[in-house]
């Protein structure tokens, strides 16, 4: 393996498993750099590290002097009904593993140049029709303040001079699988349909658009601070209803009533999947960034899977 001063670009990243994670690491090994994967476990293979997101840890030597450090990692938000105790978890994966993390990068001798951390757009809460950019308020809710704790979390890397980007992603579009494979029976069946009254806006992101977010993001020293990494063109519940229904070649003719996805999920069908953010990627408008899949006709094709924000 080439060592931390190699000329080869290193990257370190958690969640590195995961689809995010994984289309990345793909497209790293592609652009000839150098990747660490950052486990739990004790490492199995020569480019695992590993790294404890639930208590102190010593940060393995191999991070010294590495370019940047993408953290992904982080307890899926929609995997389970969120009790009293799993809105704890969802809360301590996030702000912990971050805490942990940044405080292990602290002290190398030689910290990461930049520190690229997840977030996601319920930062914005639940926001109607307004159009969302960098600039907007923060929103109230449980993922509100949990995208807020998450993104401070992190913000005491940039004490030892590292750029701090972190990304608030929208909805994933891609044909590698996704948290949300389990709505494909249901529009086979012809039962998919618009969630509520279809009114609220998705803000959705291609995955190889993101992984090119995610890469400049290490890259261009002018990005620091939140960056929406979304598409630029949001729509309706409504709209990605059909859209999707139409690359799956289903009909989305039975819609689910907001009273019985909240009956089924409580507080996570309000604030997931019938809250609106109409969010646009101001800060990479601004810098004239080009995205392969802004339209979502694009995105769907071919057939998709989705993941819900990484929040």
């Known amino acids: 393996m080439d060592t931390p001063h190699s000329k080869r670009p290193v990257f370190a990243i958690t969640g590195a498993s995961g689809l995010v994670g994984t289309a990345l690491r793909r497209q790293l090994d592609q652009d000839g750099a150098q990747v660490l994967r950052l486990v739990r476990r004790p490492p199995a293979a020569s480019d695992e590290v590993q790294w404890n997101p639930k208590a102190s840890f010593s ?75 960098e600039g907007a308020t923060r929103g109230t809710g449980f993922l509100a303040g949990l995208a807020y704790a998450w993104e401070q979390a992190g913000e005491p890397i940039e004490r030892v001079g590292a750029r701090r980007v972190s990304l608030r992603m929208g909805m994933v579009v891609s044909d590698s699988g996704g948290a949300l494979a389990r709505m494909k029976p249901v529009f086979r069946c012809g039962l998919g349909g618009r969630l509520g009254n279809g009114r609220q806006w998705v803000s959705w992101i291609a995955l190889a658009d993101l992984v090119d977010i995610i890469l400049r993001s290490c890259r261009d020293a002018t990005l620091s601070g939140p960056v929406n990494a979304v598409s630029p063109y949001p729509v309706t519940n409504r709209i990605f209803t059909k859209a999707l229904a139409h690359a799956w070649r ?62």
């Open 250 to 311: 289903r009909p989305a003719v039975l819609p689910a009533p907001s009273w019985a996805l909240q009956l089924m999920l409580g507080g996570m069908a309000s604030e997931l999947l019938l809250s609106s953010q109409r969010c646009i990627p101001g800060i990479l408008e601004e810098l004239g960034h080009r995205f392969a899949k802004s339209s979502l006709p694009e995105a769907l094709k071919p057939a998709p899977s989705l993941i819900l924000p990484l929040l």
């Open 59 to 133: 940060p393995d030597q191999r991070l010294e002097g590495v370019d940047a450090v993408i953290h992904l990692a982080g307890a899926g938000i929609a995997d389970r009904r969120w009790t009293a105790a799993r809105r704890e978890m969802l809360l301590r994966s996030r702000v912990d593993g971050t805490r942990f993390l940044v405080e292990a990068l602290q002290q190398l001798n030689a910290p990461p140049a930049t520190f690229v951390q997840a977030s996601a757009i319920g930062w914005y809460g639940n926001r109607g029709d307004e159009i969302l950019s």
